[in-house]
C-alpha cells in the first residue's frame, strides 16, 4: 500500500469522528468527554514543544549569533502552531472553555502572534539584543502566560476530580511556572559564561563575540564585552523576581492543586528538566547554566506554610518565611554550586514585602472566585454530567 493511501486510510476515521463537532458555539458549550481531554491533551503536546524549543534556544543565543530559521525557533514554531489550531477550534466551536478561559488563551496567542514579528523587526533595528528582558520578548512570555493561564483555567473548572485532573493540574503548572522563570535563565547561563570568558576560553563563537564588541563601541578583548553579553541587567533582578514572581506560582500551586507538597512537586519537576537537559547540552557542546536548585527550598517553604489554618497569618508569615529560606539556599547554591551574584538580605527582604501583598491578594482571590482545589472539586462533582 502506498503511504499516501495508508495515510488516508488513517485519517478518514478521525476525520469523520471529528467533524460532527466542528459546528459554532458559545464558550461554555456542553463538551463531551473524550473531546476535552484530546483538546488538553493537545495543550500539553503544544507546551511540551514550546519548552524544548525554548530551552535550547537560550543555551543556542550564547553560542551563536541569532538565526531566525534556527532548530530551536523550528521546534517552539512547532509548538505554536498547534496552539493556534487549538486557539482556533475554542474560538469557533466553544468547547472545553469558558469565557474567561477562552479569552485568556485569545488574547494570549493574539498577544504572542504579535511579539514575533516585533521581535524580528527589533533584531532588525537593534542588532543583537540578547538579554531576555528586552520589550520584545517579554511580550512573549506575556503572550504564553496569559495562553497558559486560560488553559489552566479551563481544565481547573471543568475537569473531573480524581488522579488525571490532579497529574494534568500539575503539568500545567510545571508549564506555567517554566514560562514564569524563561527570562531568569540569562542570568544562569550568563555567570557560565563570564567565568569561561575569565578563563580565557568563552562558549561563543567569535562571530558573536565580535557582533557584541561591535555594539557597545569596545575592542574584543575588552571584559566590559562579556558582561554586557552576559549579564546586562542588575544583580537584584534575579534574586527578587524568585522571591516575588516564581514563589507566587508556588503559592497558586500549592492553593489550586490541593495536594501536600504540590508547590515542591512543581517547582522541582521543572528544577529536574533543567538538570535533564544540562548534560545533554553539555554533551552537544552547548554552553552550560546554573541550575536553579534553591528553588526547590523555597517552594518546600509554601507547602509548609499552609500547614497555616489562617489565610492572612499563612500570607504574612509564609512570606516571610519563604523569603528567608530562598535567601539562605541561593547563597548556598552560590557557595558550592553555581548561581548569579548575590545580593544583601535587606534587599530580599524587599522581595518578601512583595510576594506578601501577592500572596494576601491570592488568599483572597481564592476565597471569591473559589479557587481552592477542596472548593473547586466540590462544585465540579456537583455539577459534572454521568
Known sequence: MKPVESLRRRATPVIEWALPYWTRGKAGRETPEDLFRLLYFGWLVAFSFKVLGASWDVSWHFKWLRDDLAPPHLLNSVGTAIALALTII?????????????????????????????????????GLDITSWSPSHLMLYIGTLFMVCGVLWGWFIR???????????????????????????HQEYGVYGLAAWDRGEPDAEPILIRFAADQIGL????????????LPVPDQ??????????????VCARAMIGRMFSATAVVGAYVAFRALIWPLLAVADFPHSAVPVFLIAGALAVDLAFLIRMPVVRALVGALGVTLIVDQALRFQHETL??????????????????AVLW???????????????????????????
Open 90 to 126: 475554542h474560538i469557533y466551536t466553544g468547547y472545553g472553555v469558558d469565557k474567561l478561559a477562552q479569552r485568556l488563551i485569545t488574547w494570549g496567542t493574539a498577544i504572542f502572534l504579535i511579539a514575533v514579528p516585533l521581535d524580528l523587526i527589533n533584531h532588525r533595528v537593534n
Open 159 to 185: 475537569a473531573v476530580p480524581g488522579r488525571t485532573r490532579t497529574l494534568v493540574l500539575g503539568g500545567l503548572f510545571v508549564f506555567l511556572f517554566e514560562n514564569v522563570w524563561f527570562p531568569e535563565q
Open 219 to 230: 575592542p574584543v578583548d575588552d571584559r566590559a564585552v562579556a558582561l554586557h553579553f552576559t
Open 237 to 250: 533582578l534575579y534574586p527578587l523576581y524568585a522571591v516575588i514572581a516564581a514563589m507566587l506560582v508556588a
Open 338 to 355: 553555581m548561581a548569579p551574584p548575590l545580593v544583601p538580605l535587606t534587599t530580599m527582604l524587599i522581595g518578601g514585602a512583595g510576594l
Open 360 to 386: 494576601l491578594a491570592a488568599e483572597w482571590a481564592c476565597g471569591r472566585y473559589t479557587l481552592r482545589a477542596q472548593d473547586r472539586e466540590a462544585v465540579v462533582s456537583a455539577t459534572a454530567t454521568p
